[in-house]
Each structure stands twice: as C-alpha cells, then as structure tokens.
C-alpha cells in the first residue's frame, strides 16, 4: 500500500545526504535534520585561508562513494596525488626507498586478495613474511586505521583495506581540488534538485517517527534510539594540520612503518589549500594504551622532525591539533566482521547508515553503503509498512 509518509533523515554528514538523495530519487518525499548549521559532518572542509578537512581528504576511486557521485555526475575535479617525493619512515630514520624488509613483504603477498577474519593481522602476516617484515606492514596500515597498533586488528580486515589503499595500481587515492565541501555542496544540490528538504540547524533531540533514517556518528545515534547495543570499537588518533612555508624538497608524503603514523602535504598538487608561499601539511599518530595526547603529540613531532627536518617548527604559521576518537570508521577486531556491526535495520521502520554501520568498505565507503541499503529499506518499509523493508534491504546488501 503506497502512502504518502515523508522519510526523515537525521544527520547530514555524506552518509545522511547519500541516504537522502537514494530516498529521494526513489520518488519519496523526504526531510533531512542536520544538527549543526552546516552539512558535510565529518566531510567539511575549512573556510579559512587554510582548506583543512576535518575528517577525510582522500576520495578512493576504486571505492563506493566515488561510484555513488560517479553515477550520479556530481564529482568534483580530483587532484591525483604525485607519484615522486613519497618516502618512509623505519627504523627511526626517513628513507627514500622502501626498507628491504616492507619491500619483501609486500612482493609476497601482492597477489593475496583475501586474509582470515579470525586471526590478528600481525600473526597472519608474521606467517608469510617473518615477525620483522611483518611489523612494517602492520605500521603502514595506520593511515587508514588510526590506531595504535594495526597488527592487532582482523587480517581481513587490515588486508582489504591495504589492498584497496595501496593494492590497486595505480594508487586510486584522489583529492577534491579545494578540500571535501566541493563534494558536500554537490550532494547537497543534487538532493534538493530531486526534492529532498533539507534544514541544518535542526537538531533531533527523541527518536524519530518511523520511516527514518538515522546517519550520525554511533554515539549519537545510541543516545537518540536509547539503545546501547551501538557500539563498536573506533580508532583514536591524534592530528595535526601545519601551514607552513614553502621550501623546495619538502615530501608529498611520509609514510611511517614504525609507529603507524603518516605525513602528507596536500597542497603539493593543489596550490588552493594554503596562502600563496605556504603549504598544508597534515601528520596523524594513534594514541597508544595509557598515553595521554600531549604525550602521542611529542612522538608525532618526532615523526615530523624526521620527515620535514627539524625547523618546521620555525616555519609554523598556523597549527591545529585534534584528537580523533571513534571518528575515523568502525574497527574489526579478529573474529569480527562488518556483519558484525550494528545492522542497518533497527526494525520498526528505523534504518542506520554511517561509518560503524554493518557494511564493507574502507572509511567513508562503509557510510554510504548503509546509506544505500537504509534508503532501500526505508523505501520498501513506507510503500508496504514492513513486509517489503526485508526485501528490499536484502536485494541492497546481497548486491554490496
Ligand atoms: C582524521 C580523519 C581522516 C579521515 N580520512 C578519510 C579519508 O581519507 N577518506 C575517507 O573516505 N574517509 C576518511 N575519514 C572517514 C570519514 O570522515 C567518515 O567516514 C565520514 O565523513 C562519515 O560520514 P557520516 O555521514 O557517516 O558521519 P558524519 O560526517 O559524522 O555525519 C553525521 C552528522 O550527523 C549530525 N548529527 C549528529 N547528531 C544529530 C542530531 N541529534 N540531530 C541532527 N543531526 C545530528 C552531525 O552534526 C553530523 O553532521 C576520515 C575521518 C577522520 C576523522
């Protein structure tokens, strides 16, 4: 039984305007709540003279976001990121080349497409390539974990993650020119072309009426559906963005295999990010077990001592610290699978999407393919009160 109930989306992150844009296509009508005065959530991107993202700079074209707008024709212009001035960061010195042992390593399992759910990332490793290759590796997947100790989580998945950050060559990474609002804004229109409503400003404070869609971070949406069972282990990490200015020979990256860190300056191909003269540098570290971030922040100047050599303080014109907690996609731990996370259908009508959400993908991916699945579900539910949400929810899934 058709009906004319709206859909209301609460969140309007890339998960929340991916969900409502799918719903809206769809024919429904739709309204989407975003708490703060902007949309974009983690996605935004800095005003300022500055172009700093707050959450994510690389869009993965062999990803599912990337397809989504791909679609739908609303991609930015990317930037692809240089292929010279990458170097490493092992045994406690930059290099230029990758150390024999990472090197080794990563000719080994190149053509492994799958590792086991249930062992730790570093035993499973530590098996094909010996303990010492196999800490390199486990410290050059901090970049999309940031966490600590990547070894520690699921080989599978560690591995499909490294596979699609770095397996698929040429690397897929790609930079919206101007920072991740040019993706934001596009979504944005796109939504509202097709009719979405859409308020910011609109904070939810109960639970929403049924057909709802609620794409907020997973302590968000705990507090609003009163249900503790969301939860799922995060990454904690923390950031800084440096503008600095410009000397000759600075690195595009600085890829850290000790402790799982990573340097990158992202204006090197996108002049738009920093004042003319300055560069946009952004470095992360995970925080370990009992540290505090004062104390991860040191180990992180360290790192960037190492990468940029050690006056990069001199050359500091702006600098911002953040601490990353639970913000940057769920985390598996052996055992575990995405199907293990919170599920998408929350029953009654009520649908999750975000970055913890049971669905694959690297990062923001896993956003929007629970965006995807929601709106099918919460398309299904509105037109036949239930009985076709599983249906349709199944057919999103089963085709991810
Ligand atoms: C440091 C860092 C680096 C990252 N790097 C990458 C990367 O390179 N590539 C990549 O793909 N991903 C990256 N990510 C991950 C990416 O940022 C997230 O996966 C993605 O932005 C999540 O989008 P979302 O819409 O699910 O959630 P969010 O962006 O968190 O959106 C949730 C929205 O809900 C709103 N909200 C919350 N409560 C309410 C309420 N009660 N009522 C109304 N609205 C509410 C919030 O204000 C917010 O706008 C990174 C993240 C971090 C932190």
């Not at 049971?358 to 398309?379: C, K, V």
Request: with cysteine; net charge positive; charged share 25%.
């Amino acid at each position: 039984m058709a009906d004319t109930d709206e859909i209301t989306v609460v969140g309007g992150g890339v998960a929340g305007l991916a969900a409502a844009i799918v719903c809206a296509e769809g024919g429904a009508p739709v309204r989407l709540l975003e708490a703060r005065g902007q949309l974009g959530g983690r996605a935004r991107s800095d005003d300022g003279p500055y172009k700093t993202n707050f959450g994510p700079h690389a869009l993965y074209a062999n990803g599912t976001l990337h397809a989504f707008l791909a679609e739908r024709g609303l991609l930015p212009p990317l930037v692809k990121p240089p292929l010279t001035r990458v170097y490493f960061h092992a045994e406690g010195r930059r290099r230029a080349t990758p150390p024999p042992p990472f090197a080794t390593a990563v000719v080994k399992l190149w053509r492994v497409k799958r590792a086991p759910v249930d062992r730790s990332f570093r035993d499973w490793a530590s098996e094909r390539v010996g303990a010492r290759a196999a800490e390199q590796l486990c410290g050059s997947a901090g970049v999309f974990c940031f966490f600590h100790d990547p070894g520690a989580l699921s080989a599978a998945f560690v591995w499909e993650r490294w596979r699609q950050a770095f397996g698929d060559q040429p690397t897929k990474a790609r930079f919206p020119r101007g920072g991740w609002n040019a993706i934001v804004g596009r979504m944005e229109r796109h939504a509202r072309e097709h009719g979405a409503q859409i308020e910011t400003g609109a904070r939810v404070t109960s639970a929403p009426r049924a057909p709802a869609i609620v794409a907020t971070e997973l302590k968000d949406a705990r507090a609003l559906l009163h249900d503790d069972a969301l939860d799922h282990p995060g990454g904690l990490a923390v950031g800084l963005d440096l503008g600095l200015t410009s000397r000759r020979g600075d690195p595009f990256v600085v890829w850290d295999l000790d402790q799982a860190g990573w340097v990158e300056r992202f204006s090197t191909r996108d002049r738009s990010l920093a004042p003319a003269g300055e560069e946009l540098v952004q470095a992360q570290i995970g925080i370990r077990p009992g540290e505090s971030t004062e104390q991860a922040e040191q180990r992180l100047e360290t790192l960037l001592d190492h990468a940029l050599g050690d006056d990069w303080r001199a050359r500091t014109r702006f600098r911002r610290r953040t601490r990353f907690e639970d913000r940057s996609g769920a985390l598996d731990l052996p055992g575990v699978s995405w199907r293990d996370r919170p599920a998408v259908e929350r029953g009654d009508g009520i649908f999750l999407a975000g970055d913890h959400v049971a669905a694959p993908g690297l990062l923001s991916d896993a956003s929007i393919a629970s965006a995807r699945a929601a709106a099918a579900g919460a398309l299904a539910w509105r037109g036949e009160r239930g009985s076709g949400a599983q249906a349709g929810l199944r057919a999103e899934i089963s085709r991810l």
